[in-house]
């Protein structure tokens, strides 16, 4: 019998409860299992996909809630059949009643493994990417509207609260004098990243191309080949000392020079897949924009990891100490976490002008997008001072979080507990209130759905934690391809692996039997190989890979497949490539862990030191890695 190439998602989370059932037990008896994957089964068929990827999600989002204790576990609030005599859902039940008492409240001592059975089972598919409809991308493009709207008045209120400050500073009050309390926190931020910024220098910085897509449309060597470099920017970032190679590359490209113009273009908003939700809002910068942006975001990032400030408080490429906060306060409830929402489109131009000193201010807004450009083709003046696609947006949103929410505060163990990584803030739960009121006097907004502040549940860059638990779910994301596909190979893989790390047998056994009929024969892990391999495959069919001897590196190789970027090769002018050199040679290829080790045996878990990674590699000039383009490959390894 041939072996089936399709995956039926609703038997992964039967083949799940399966192994709950045999590993953990829990009340899932085979006929409760039996009549819980019915259910699956039925409604699947009834509600199609958006039973696995909106409604089972929505009842994790209530069960998270109710973890936190703001809320009791009801079920007819969304949907769900209670079980007979109590307010949880019937539907996994007995899971539900090894957590919460029959009116919904939590119990003492909640069973921590059935949290995370019920949330790996709810969230599996939550992040699906599936196809967006067309009144998804209209929705998501009238909250982008809208909330440029509501800057608006946030812009009014900066303004009078910019007109206060100076006004106290004119007559001499002092600060945390004055009877404002904005007023107070204000002129803390603004000395905070006054002295944060003391000894930056804007413009010792090595400019570059990011990988992303730009608002012109140019791809790859074309990127270098300047037809336009805006007003702005060359007022402070010269053209010949920033976008040429050298003295020789201005005299050699003289001639040219006059037919470079120097417009101001707009930004341009591109829909990318984000999940089952709807697609993801990105502002694309114009080429010469971007260039800039890239120099001076990485530089204020590593000054900022740097900083005695700012160091192990404000992070950027290390998401440890976030993620070892919310599992200790998790187990302690001595911290809360906070989401921001809308983070990257609430921060607005008005409120980085008050808060950064004017010698950084200007070189930030001198290579700002003004405007964007939507699909309608109807151009958006911004008041936002850097919608998500900018590289600014990231490190100029963590810096005005960490300013706000530190001049808040007297208390220097306050100031001290602070971690904010993006939109991912850690504070004390004490503080939490006040932090939250803080951050929406300025016009920022938090998620209080998703912000932790009572209760043991905390989730802060990826990591879900229950009364010192992480109980962070699988989820799946790439759809399945009955056909060869690079991206879905390598993306299952990788899940059948979580599975099999979840001791969720079953479910491993169900994919990996899926992948072989699709595949063919795939390595493990123990043969060490570098390649997509999985963490158990039975020796009748790793025998099946053809193998030889190396006689040159003395070592048995295999023929596997593999997944292979695809890499085009495009000359330039030599000027160009030169430049593409000076600016990219010298960035790190690897991952930089950071001196994580103080922040992890701070909080009780890890007691080794994690040592800084860094890696390098040479450059080709000509060659360019096409972005989300793959093919699977046969190698020998």
């Known amino acids: 019998m041939v072996p089936s190439k399709s995956l039926d998602n609703s038997q992964v989370i039967a083949c799940l409860l399966h192994d709950v059932s045999n590993v953990h037990g829990l009340g899932l008896t085979p006929r409760v299992v039996r009549l819980t994957c019915n259910k699956v089964r039925s409604r699947t068929q009834k509600e199609g996909l958006g039973f696995l990827t909106k409604t089972l999600p929505r009842l994790g989002k209530h069960l998270d809630k109710a973890l936190t204790g703001s809320i009791r576990m009801t079920a007819t609030e969304i949907g769900f059949d209670s079980y007979p005599g109590c307010e949880f859902p019937r539907f996994l039940g007995e899971l539900f009643m090894r957590i919460f008492r029959p009116d919904g409240t939590l119990l003492p001592e909640p069973c921590t493994t059935s949290v995370a059975v019920l949330r790996d089972v709810l969230y599996l598919f939550y992040k699906y990417e599936l196809p967006y409809t067309d009144e998804q991308e209209h929705e998501v493009i009238q909250k982008f509207e809208r909330t440029e709207d509501d800057l608006h008045d946030v812009t009014l209120c900066l303004q009078s609260l910019q007109m206060l400050v100076t006004d106290h500073i004119n007559r001499g009050i002092r600060r945390r004098e004055s009877h404002v309390p904005a007023v107070n926190t204000t002129r803390e931020a603004q000395i905070l990243l006054s002295d944060l910024f003391a000894f930056f220098d804007p413009t010792n910085i090595v400019p570059r191309h990011g990988p992303g897509a730009v608002a012109t449309k140019q791809q790859r060597s074309g990127k270098f080949l300047w037809t336009n470099v805006s007003g702005s920017i060359t007022d402070v970032y010269p053209y010949d000392a920033y976008f040429c190679a050298s003295q020789g590359h201005v005299c050699d490209s003289y001639d040219r020079f006059h037919s470079v113009q120097g417009k101001s273009l707009p930004a341009r908003v591109v829909l990318v897949p984000k999940d089952s939700r709807g697609p993801r809002l990105i502002s694309c910068e114009p080429v010469d924009y971007q260039w800039v942006q890239q120099g001076l975001g990485k530089a204020i990032v590593e000054h900022v990891e740097r900083h005695d400030l700012t160091r192990d408080r404000v992070n950027f490429t290390n998401q440890y100490p976030n993620q070892c906060a919310a599992l200790y306060g998790s187990r302690t409830g001595k911290y809360a976490t906070l989401d921001l929402k809308e983070a990257s489109d609430r921060i607005s131009t008005e409120l980085v002008r008050l808060l950064f000193p004017k010698h950084i201010y200007l070189y930030l807004e001198a290579c700002r997008s003004t405007s964007t450009s939507l699909p309608s083709g109807k151009e958006l003046k911004l008041k936002k001072f850097a919608p998500m696609g900018s590289s600014l947006c990231f490190p100029i949103l963590a810096l005005t979080v960490w300013a706000i929410l530190t001049a808040s505060s007297d208390d220097p163990d306050v100031r001290d507990d602070i971690r904010v990584y993006g939109d991912d803030v850690i504070v004390p739960t004490a503080y939490a209130a006040r932090a939250i009121e803080q951050l929406e006097s300025f016009g920022l907004m938090v ?35 009955s056909s060869p596909c690079p991206n879905a190979y390598a993306s299952w893989v990788s899940y059948a692996n979580s599975f099999w790390r979840k001791q969720y047998y079953s479910a491993y056994d169900y994919i990996v039997g899926r992948l072989l009929a699709v595949y063919g024969p ?21 025998n099946k890979i053809r193998r030889r001897t190396n006689k040159d590196l ?19 002018d030599g000027w160009s490539m030169l430049l593409r050199f000076f600016t990219e040679s010298s960035s790190p290829t690897g991952l930089e862990a950071g001196p994580v080790a103080t922040e992890l045996v701070r909080y009780g878990y890890v007691q080794e030191v994690v040592d800084r990674l860094s890696c390098r590699q040479p450059l080709t000039v000509s060659s360019y890695t096409r972005r989300r383009a793959s093919m699977l490959v046969r190698r020998w390894r």
Request: aromatic share 8%; glycine share 4%; net charge negative.
């Open 522 to 542: 795939i390595p493990s892990k123990d043969m060490h190989l570098a390649c997509p391999s999985l963490e158990y495959v039975p020796v009748n069919i790793t």
């Open 447 to 481: 998620n209080r759905d998703k912000s932790c502040t009572t209760g043991f549940f905390r989730e802060s860059c990826g990591m879900d934690a229950f009364h010192g638990v992480c109980v962070t779910p699988v989820r799946i994301r790439t759809v399945w391809s």
């Open 554 to 572: 003395q070592k048995v190789e295999f023929l596997v497949r593999d997944v292979e970027s695809l890499v085009s090769n495009e000359p330039i």
